[in-house]
């Protein structure tokens, strides 16, 4: 059974802090991964994706991979009360197919 | 540009029912796949649909079933409603199957009662 695993949380942090999501993949033939978050009672939001090992910057957040530890993260710089949401990690296995596997979530907390 | 779209948002049906969930894919995509959302299991995977063909499938009963027509947009179907079935049913689109992430809909929300 291939799984993606992530700390339920929740990881609470104060507002202008980093925050850093973690997610672990079981899967070695996994080539993309996802990051997406969800604000409670709406659907899943695309934040960033990255296929190659190394750090991906978009704005605020940082996505990291690093397939030799199946490890990739999520940091989210100058965090904001309206970070706080469930982030979701994602992973697609290779070839053709389609499925993404997700954990199931960590809840972020960005107090004042 | 618009989003997914699904409908309806909301049913509530009873045990023994069938129902059919609609979803429109953002224009051009021509990937669509189907997730089943509850607060015990996370985000599952039911099927993925591309060109009108299924692709791939997850590990639900044979109730779940699902189809896509030739302007990409899907409906999903449970047959013989059980009360676990009430859960959060997502749809995403993608412009195929191996490029770029997924998009997700509002979501239907499902009550079996």
């Known amino acids: 059974q291939k799984e993606v695993e992530q700390n339920s949380g929740p990881l609470s942090v104060p507002e202008g802090a980093i925050a850093s999501l973690n997610c672990t993949y079981s899967d070695r033939g996994s080539q993309s991964f996802f990051w997406y978050r969800q604000y409670s009672g709406k659907s899943p939001e695309l934040i960033m994706f990255i296929y190659s090992n190394g750090d991906k910057e978009d704005g605020r957040f940082t996505a990291q991979l690093n397939k030799a530890s199946q490890y990739v993260s999520l940091l989210i710089r100058d965090s904001q009360p309206s970070d706080s949401a469930t982030y979701l990690c994602a992973v697609k296995e290779s070839g053709t197919a389609s499925k993404l596997t997700f954990g199931t979530g960590t809840r972020l907390q960005v107090t004042l | 540009k618009a989003g997914v779209t699904q409908t309806p948002r909301y049913l509530i049906k009873t045990r023994g029912q069938q129902v059919t969930l609609s979803c429109s894919p953002i224009s051009g995509h021509r990937s669509v796949s189907w997730y089943q959302q509850t607060p015990g299991q996370g985000l599952q995977f039911l099927f993925e649909?591309?060109?009108?063909?299924?692709?791939n499938k997850g590990n639900f009963p044979g109730r779940f079933s699902g189809r896509q027509f030739s302007n990409s947009r899907s409906e999903m179907n449970v047959s013989t409603l059980e009360l676990g079935d009430s859960a959060l049913y997502l749809c995403?689109?993608?412009?195929?199957?191996?490029?770029?992430?997924?998009?997700f809909g509002s979501g239907t929300r499902l009550t079996v009662v």
């Open positions: 649909y591309f060109s009108e063909t299924q692709r």
């Open positions: 995403a689109s993608s412009l195929s199957p191996t490029e770029g992430g997924y998009t």
